[in-house]
C-alpha cells in the first residue's frame, strides 16, 4: 500500500484555469505538507496541517488555498493558474509537528502551465 | 534560507563508503539534523535523524561532530541505487523542514 498518494500524477492546463491536486495518506498521521519544487530544484514549504488546522503558511499567493477535510487529506487547489506555477508539488505527512518527526513524501504532482 | 552548507556534489565508486559533509555553524542547542535524499523523479526519501549524538540505521550512519556545527553521513557501501540528491537539515521542533540544494551523489559501478 502506498503511504503518501497524490493526484493527478501530471496536469497540463491553461493559464487562467483552476485545478486541483489531491493528498491522501494511510499512516494514521497528525500533520501534512505541501512543498512546491521549481525548475531548479529548490524545495519549498508551502503550508502544514496539523488535525486539520493550518499550522504553516509560507509566502504563498492566495490563489493558493489549501483544504484538509480529514486528517488523512490534504488537497491544493489554485486559482487563475500563471506560468509560474509550473512546478513539481509534492505532498508529505508526519505523525506530528514534532521537530524530530520523519517526513514521508508522496510521488509528486507534475505541473505545467501552459 | 537554508542554515546548512554542503558540496554540490559528490562521486563515489560502487562498494565503497561514502562520507556526505554538511556544515550547519548556527545550529541551536535544541534544533534536529535530518538527512533526506531524493531520488530522480520521485519524493523526499528520509534517511536518518539525531540531535547530539552519532546514530546508525539500517540505511547509514550519522556522525554528529561534539561543538553540532558540522555532521557526516556515511554510506558504509554505496550503490547504483544511492545515487541521488542529499539534502542535510536542521530544524526545530515544530518549525517546517527548510530544504538547501543539497549535494548529488554519483555513483559508478
Known amino acids: 500500500d502506498t503511504a503518501v498518494s497524490q493526484t493527478p500524477k501530471y496536469l497540463v492546463t491553461q493559464m487562467g484555469n483552476d485545478k486541483s491536486i489531491k493528498c491522501e495518506q494511510n499512516l494514521g498521521h497528525d500533520t501534512m505538507y505541501w512543498y512546491k519544487q521549481d525548475s531548479k530544484k529548490f524545495l519549498k514549504i508551502m503550508f502544514s496541517?496539523?488535525?486539520?488546522?493550518?499550522?504553516i503558511n509560507e509566502t504563498v499567493p492566495n490563489r493558493f488555498s489549501p483544504k484538509s477535510p480529514d486528517k488523512a487529506h490534504l488537497n491544493l487547489h489554485i486559482n487563475s493558474l500563471e506560468l509560474g506555477d509550473s512546478a513539481v508539488y509534492f505532498c508529505?505527512?508526519?505523525?506530528?509537528?514534532?521537530?524530530?518527526?520523519?517526513?514521508?513524501f508522496g510521488p509528486g504532482t507534475r505541473l505545467l502551465v501552459l | 534560507d537554508a542554515k546548512t552548507t554542503q558540496p554540490n556534489s559528490m562521486e563515489s565508486n560502487e562498494e565503497e563508503p561514502v562520507h556526505l559533509p554538511c556544515n550547519h555553524s548556527t545550529i541551536s542547542g535544541t534544533d534536529y539534523i535530518h538527512w533526506y535524499r531524493q531520488l530522480p523523479s520521485q519524493g523526499p526519501e528520509y534517511v536518518i535523524h539525531?540531535?547530539?549524538s552519532n546514530v546508525n540505521n539500517r540505511m547509514a550512519s550519522l556522525a554528529i561532530a561534539e561543538d553540532r556545527k558540522s555532521s557526516t553521513l556515511i554510506l558504509h557501501r554505496a550503490t547504483l541505487r544511492d545515487a541521488a540528491v542529499y539534502y542535510c537539515i536542521t530544524n526545530q521542533a515544530g518549525t517546517a523542514l527548510i530544504f538547501g540544494k543539497g549535494t548529488t551523489l554519483s555513483v559508478s559501478s
Open positions: 539525531g540531535l547530539t
Open positions: 496541517y496539523n488535525n486539520k488546522e493550518l499550522i
Open positions: 508529505a505527512s508526519s505523525r506530528t509537528s514534532g521537530g524530530a518527526e520523519t517526513q514521508y
